[in-house]
Every structure is written in structure tokens, then in C-alpha cells.
T-cell receptor
Framework: GENVEQHPSTLSVQEGDSAVIKCTYS??????FPWYKQELGKRPQLIID?????GEKKDQRIAVTLNKTAKHFSLHITETQPEDSAVYFC????????????FGQGTTLQVKP | SAVISQKPSRDICQRGTSLTIQCQVD?????MFWYRQQPGQSLTLIAT?????????ESGFVIDKFPISRPNLTFSTLTVSNMSPEDSSIYLC??????????FGSGTRLTVV
């Protein structure tokens, strides 16, 4: 079945620097790849997503890139701010129009002021 | 995207008892799911809540332990039965209108003592 690997597990950057989180997936039929941000004690919030017919998507300081050939996708955060500190999860859709997602292990991002 | 209300937000339960968690969506959604998030871990899909029929469970989860109901398109319940300390987790419901735009409920933090 589908498997999603996420790296790194922890990431510490200085405020203003960029942060990159990478995920790989196993099933080439996956076609939807969302990213979630989860602050301590809160629900996961969708921050950006990408579909398999698109290579890159941007939303202000956040961007996601997808390489279907290599089966990996990445989250890029530029000009990081302390409020970006959270746990970030990538996910991939399970093929078959099930609506189901499988999540990566999560990355704890710390942005130091 | 849909707004999801989930209750209770937290509970402390005695082992051997059961807890029913409710999930209410503010609009009709095609798919509803239940996830478990163990402390410091990622999200694991428990089951798909099917409207008017039995839920579809993922590997490792069974109906006797996690009975699920979905009587209509906006409401679902998850029961954690015969609880043990290993069931201590955050339980999250999620919903999508079919375009993979997942929204999560606020979660139920369960502690079993």
C-alpha cells in the first residue's frame, strides 16, 4: 500500500531564513498532496496542496513542488517567522478515489527569533 | 471549506468503559473520516464513516473496538469501547466535499486511567 516518508523530523532555522521539508511517496497513482500545519494543542490546518497535474504551487511565503517521476514533493517556507513554528505534516492520497489520505511522520519546525 | 464541531474536547475515562465522540459538520459533505493521533505522533486513519451503512475500517482497527455511525451527511460518532491506557490519544474527525479539501475537527483528547 501507499507509504509516505517525511524528512527531516526536526528543523531549526533563524527567523528570515528558508525552511524546506521533503516527502516521498510510494504509489505512483497518488494524485493529491496536501500539507498541514499543527500548532501545539490545535487541529491540523491545511496550508497548501498540489495535484499531480501541477509541478509547483505558491501562496505568499509558502510553496510546494512536486516531482512525479521521482515521487517526491517538498514544502518551502521563505522568510520564516516565529509564528511558523509548528509541526508540519505532508500527506498523499490513496489511489482509487477513496478520499483517504496517508500522512508522513511530521516535521517539528522551530523558528528562532 | 466545511466547519467541523467535535465533542467532547477532552475526557478522562476509567479503563473498561466506553466513550462516544460526536462530529457535526455545518454542511453536507461526501466523505467523513476518523483519525487517531497518539502523543507526539502522526495521524493514523481509523475508518471511513459511510452514510447509512457500516464504516470501512483500516488495517488494525475493528468495528467491535471502534464502532462508528453516520446517520446522515453531516453527523458521525466514534465510540472507543472497552478502553485501556493504550487508547489514550487524540481522536479527530475530518470531512471533505469530494475535492480532497480536508478539514479537521478540533479533536478529542482522551486519557484512560
Amino acid at each position: 500500500g501507499e507509504n509516505v516518508e517525511q524528512h527531516p523530523s526536526t528543523l531549526s532555522v533563524q527567523e528570515g531564513d528558508s525552511a524546506v521539508i521533503k516527502c516521498t511517496y510510494s504509489d505512483s497513482a497518488s494524485n493529491y498532496f496536501p500539507w498541514y500545519k499543527q500548532e501545539l494543542g490545535k487541529r491540523p490546518q491545511l496550508i497548501i496542496d498540489i495535484r499531480s497535474n501541477v509541478g509547483e504551487k505558491k501562496d505568499q511565503r509558502i510553496a510546494v513542488t512536486l516531482n512525479k517521476t521521482a515521487k517526491h514533493f517538498s514544502l518551502h517556507i521563505t522568510e520564516t517567522q516565529p509564528e511558523d513554528s509548528a509541526v508540519y505534516f505532508c500527506a498523499a492520497s490513496i489511489p482509487g478515489n477513496t478520499g483517504k489520505l496517508i500522512f508522513g511522520q511530521g516535521t517539528t519546525l522551530q523558528v528562532k527569533p | 471549506s466545511a466547519v467541523i464541531s467535535q465533542k467532547p474536547s477532552r475526557d478522562i475515562c476509567q479503563r473498561g468503559t466506553s466513550l462516544t465522540i460526536q462530529c457535526q459538520v455545518d454542511s453536507q459533505v461526501t466523505m467523513m473520516f476518523w483519525y487517531r493521533q497518539q502523543p507526539g505522533q502522526s495521524l493514523t486513519l481509523i475508518a471511513t464513516a459511510n452514510q447509512g451503512s457500516e464504516a470501512t475500517y483500516e488495517s488494525g482497527f475493528v468495528i467491535d473496538k471502534f464502532p462508528i455511525s453516520r446517520p446522515n451527511l453531516t453527523f458521525s460518532t466514534l465510540t472507543v469501547s472497552n478502553m485501556s491506557p493504550e487508547d489514550s490519544s487524540i481522536y479527530l474527525c475530518s470531512a471533505t466535499g469530494g475535492a480532497y479539501g480536508y478539514t479537521f475537527g478540533s479533536g478529542t483528547r482522551l486519557t484512560v486511567v
